[in-house]
T-cell receptor
Framework: DAGVTQSPTHLIKTRGQQVTLRCSPKSGHDTVSWYQQALGQGPQFIFQYYEEEERQRGNFPDRFSGHQFPNYSSELNVNALLLGDSALYLC??????????FGEGSRLTVL | AQKVTQAQTEISVVEKEDVTLDCVYETRDTTYYLFWYKQPPSGELVFLIRRNSFDEQNEISGRYSWNFQKSTSSFNFTITASQVVDSAVYFCALSVLNTGGFKTIFGAGTRLFVKA
């Protein structure tokens, strides 16, 4: 039973570029959340997808957008990258009793 | 608005010592869920325990125990006889239900160092 998988694991971009991160949830899970974790900080909620729609959103600008596909996989897109966007981006799928199952994350470095 | 506070940024103990990680939460909801997650150096957060707001029973799982007290809005985590493998960052989290479904927020985490 595959857990949550994310790609790529590491990437380097320059300011102003755009990035797309991908996530496949744990088998049988239909709700996907994205979190941003800066170094030494706790995960910050970006948004959550269910039934291919954004259902909830945290305090992040419109530069952050996402998508969920019919197979429940999801993408996180960030436009016009800033230095402050450098972080570990975590994808999580929700279990049946509310716990989150996380991937290993995509570490984004913006130069 | 919801909030989770983990006042202890870092804790260092010697192996076999007991250690308690504190968590204080804020929410106006009467129904909510509390969690603890462990984040080892590899980066992947691992679920440890879930508690709902109507169940204040303490729980023990091996060397781990959790103390949930609604009166003080606290959900503390104790590791008994700590081991080097317990070294990690531990996060307390709060999940509430709103119009968009459940939303989970995390505290800033407590980094635990267990020295041999």
């Amino acid at each position: 039973d595959a857990g949550v998988t994310q790609s790529p694991t590491h990437l380097i971009k320059t300011r102003g570029q755009q990035v797309t991160l991908r996530c496949s949830p744990k088998s049988g899970h239909d709700t996907v959340s994205w979190y941003q974790q800066a170094l030494g900080q706790g995960p910050q909620f970006i948004f959550q997808y269910y039934e291919e729609e954004e259902r909830q959103r945290g305090n992040f600008p419109d530069r952050f957008s996402g998508h969920q596909f019919p197979n429940y996989s999801s993408e996180l897109n960030v436009n016009a990258l800033l230095l402050g966007d450098s972080a570990l981006y975590l994808c999580a799928s929700r279990g049946f009793t509310g716990e989150l199952f996380f991937g290993e994350g995509s570490r984004l470095t913006v130069l | 608005a919801q909030k989770v506070t983990q006042a202890q940024t870092e804790i260092s103990v010697v192996e076999k010592e007991d250690v308690t990680l504190d968590c204080v939460y804020e929410t106006r909801d009467t129904t909510y869920y509390l969690f603890w997650y462990k984040q080892p150096p590899s980066g992947e957060l691992v679920f440890l325990i879930r508690r709902n707001s109507f169940d204040e029973q303490n729980e023990i799982s091996g060397r781990y125990s959790w103390n949930f007290q609604k009166s003080t809005s606290s959900f503390n985590f104790t590791i008994t006889a700590s081991q080097v493998v317990d070294s990690a960052v531990y996060f307390c989290a709060l999940s509430v239900l709103n119009t968009g479904g459940f939303k989970t927020i995390f505290g800033a985490g407590t980094r635990l160092f267990v020295k041999a």
